[in-house]
């Protein structure tokens, strides 16, 4: 059976949950969506950045990310509203929970958005866009704020459908649609077509996302690696993923830690990426337990998560390994400009053994790292985790072992 795959949006979702909030806090206070007006974080602790802006606002040539110094120029009269993450987190739960009547298949994208595998469903309320008619009506008349919905047979296309024109529409991208309505785009509009990746593919003469679908894997996978495969497999409308209610733990040890300001220095970034990484190299110490594998996990000022991971070529619980590997995912995976909201570092595919492979080159520094560890260790169980730290978290607002602005570290 052919799948039947919704991608939802919430359309402009943090500007139009603080107007709704507002309405609901004061009903003759005026409608923010009504007029050039942008929500933004605390000039600071946020550095004045834009996060969402209204439609009149957008005619202003406003744009997210920008500071907020930079969108006054362009609109003085632009009204600004500070961001109430609680707010959203609550629109967005019960935006989740209303999806639930139409299918016990849904997989959360990010705070704004769903996927949905309607295929074993949506004839229970009608055709596939009398459903989709549906749903966007009912949660406009249940909440107040409007959706895009994009309806195709996998989750790449049915979210490249609802990207197409906004707001409040249903689109559809199925098979026999790609060649009139995703090749003709640019190949920035890709699905996880990066900036530095566009700027490959250009380089090759690839302008359109019809031209990548057009080009032999076999010439893009040298200049992209395996990501060019990929990004071939989705120009042709190719993905198999399923829709998944719920992510499969790994078994492992994973920490974050949520920041009270947005972070825009790696310098900073790095020193809590340490931070974990330190409290991650303490647990596995402790449980005398190594990972083979490591994985980071950013989530910027915008609620949008990225990840990425790697299969390490041994087994470790070295906290300097784990914080060297660390940084390497964590420099693939930013784009050194969005302002990061949380960090988290995983380390699973364990072992029972510290037992480490040492080449001839490497022996007399993990020797090192691991007296170092051990030290460190030693001092902190018998005199506390504030007993001892590197000299870079002197002066700074993060400790050495995570146990503040943290999720609980947990072993899953």
């Known amino acids: 059976m052919e799948r039947l795959i919704y991608h939802i949006d919430v359309n402009n979702a943090f500007l139009s949950w603080e107007a709704l909030q507002r309405l609901q806090d004061d009903p003759t ?28 606002a957008k005619q ?12 006054l120029k362009k609109c003085p009269q632009l009204q600004l509203f500070p961001s109430r993450y609680h707010v959203y987190q609550q ?45 966007q009506t009912t949660i406009y008349n249940t909440f107040g704020f409007t959706v895009n919905i994009g309806i195709s047979t996998n989750k ?10 906004k707001p409040f529409k249903i689109h559809t991208l199925f098979p026999d649609e790609i060649a009139e309505k995703l090749w003709p785009l640019p190949i920035e509009r890709l699905l996880f077509a990066g900036k530095s990746t566009c700027q490959k593919l ?24 395996k990501n060019g495969m990929q990004l071939y497999q989705y120009a042709n409308g190719i993905d198999n993923t399923p829709v ?3 992510r499969p733990d790994a078994k ?32 596995l110490r402790k449980d005398e337990k190594s990972a083979t594998c490591l994985s980071v996990q950013i989530k910027d000022c915008f609620f949008k998560t990225k990840s990425k991971q790697c299969t390490l070529p041994e087994a470790t619980n070295h906290s300097q390994k784990l914080y060297e590997l660390t940084c390497t995912l964590f420099d693939a995976l930013w784009d050194h400009h969005t302002p990061i909201r949380l960090l988290s570092v995983h380390a699973t595919k364990l072992s029972d053994t510290s037992y480490e492979q040492l ?11 691991s007296n170092l560890d051990h030290a460190l260790d030693e001092i902190r169980n018998k005199f506390g985790s504030d007993s001892i730290m590197r000299a870079s978290f002197l002066n700074t607002n993060y400790d050495p072992i995570v146990k503040r602005h943290a999720n609980k570290d947990k072993k899953k």
């Open 60 to 71: 202003y040539h406003i744009s997210t990310a920008e500071t907020i110094q930079s969108a």
């Open 244 to 246: 998944c209610p719920e």
């Open 91 to 135: 629109y967005s739960n019960n935006f989740h929970k209303l999806l639930t009547q139409y299918t016990d298949c849904i997989e959360p994208f990010s705070i704004d958005e769903a996927f949905l595998d309607m295929t074993s469903s949506y004839h229970l309320f009608g055709d596939k866009i009398s459903t989709a008619q549906l749903i």
């Open 252 to 283: 492992g040890y994973s920490n974050s830690i949520t920041i009270d300001h947005d972070v825009t220095k790696q310098a900073e970034a790095k020193q809590i990426l340490l931070s974990l990484c330190e409290t991650i190299g303490f647990r």
């Open 202 to 225: 250009k380089l090759l003469g690839i302008h359109t996302i019809g031209d990548l679908a057009n080009t032999e894997p076999s010439y893009l996978i040298p200049h992209l690696g």
């Open 29 to 56: 206070s005026i409608d923010i969506r009504t007029i050039p007006s942008a929500i933004c974080g605390d000039p600071q602790k946020r550095h004045g950045i834009i996060l969402a802006k209204s439609l009149l």
């Open 156 to 165: 790449v296309l049915a979210k490249m459908a609802s990207d197409f024109e």
């Open 359 to 369: 080449s001839l080159f490497n022996t007399a520094h993990a020797h090192n790292n």
